[in-house]
Each structure stands twice: as C-alpha cells, then as structure tokens.
C-alpha cells in the first residue's frame, strides 16, 4: 500500500525557512515523479515543484530560487527545502507521488504552512 506522509510545516516569519518531509512507504522505486503541490483556502492546487527520474526538478516560477526539492533514498524521503519565504506562500502542501506518466496521483494528508509577521 502507498503511504504518503508529510511533516514539517508550521509558522514563520517572512524571511525564514522550512522543511518539508514527505516519508513514502509502498512506493516502486522506478516511479514517475515525486512532488509537492499547495493549495491555499478557496483556490486551486498549484504545483510546487517536482523531482523525475535522473534528479530531473521542476520548480514553479514562483519558488524557483527560493524552493529546493530532494530525496534521500535511504531514508525513502521526499524534502522540499523553503527558504525567503513570502505570505503569498501560505497554503497547505501535499506531497504526491505518480508510478508512471499519466496515473493517478497519490496524495498525503498535508500539512499547513503559515508565513506571517
């Protein structure tokens, strides 16, 4: 079975950083993609960034620069590093995983991310 679960979120002040985890269990090691998508209350899911085979990422305009997504495959983790963080980057951030291109995304419970003074 797929287990997604992320941790790591919490409340920051503009200018600071989080770490995002996302512990994978059950998942093929060939998959597709790993990533992280965020929604904000009354809005649409955004991507975030993603990390395909061969370490190949995608980073949203928006957190390009500021956001870094890895995996320690020793670990079975996904991570997204946030550093200079924004407002406008409060949501609640799921982390997701694909076995092949076009599947059905799995998706963890999330957890919220707060930047406020």
């Known amino acids: 079975q797929v287990q997604l679960v992320e941790s790591g979120g919490g409340l920051v002040q503009p200018g600071g950083s989080l770490r995002l985890s996302c512990a994978t269990s059950g998942i093929s090691f060939s998959f597709y993609s790993m990533g992280w998508y965020r929604q904000a209350p009354g809005k649409g899911r955004e991507v975030v960034a993603r990390i395909f085979r061969e370490e190949r990422t995608y980073y949203a305009d928006s957190v390009k620069g500021r956001f870094t997504i890895s995996r320690d495959n020793a670990k079975n983790t996904v991570y997204l590093q946030m550093n200079s963080l924004k407002p406008e980057d409060t949501a609640v951030y799921y982390c997701?995983?694909?076995?092949?291109?076009?599947?059905?995304?799995?998706w963890g419970q999330g957890t919220q991310v707060t930047v406020s003074s």
């Open positions: 997701t995983y694909r076995a092949y291109m076009g599947a059905d995304a799995y």
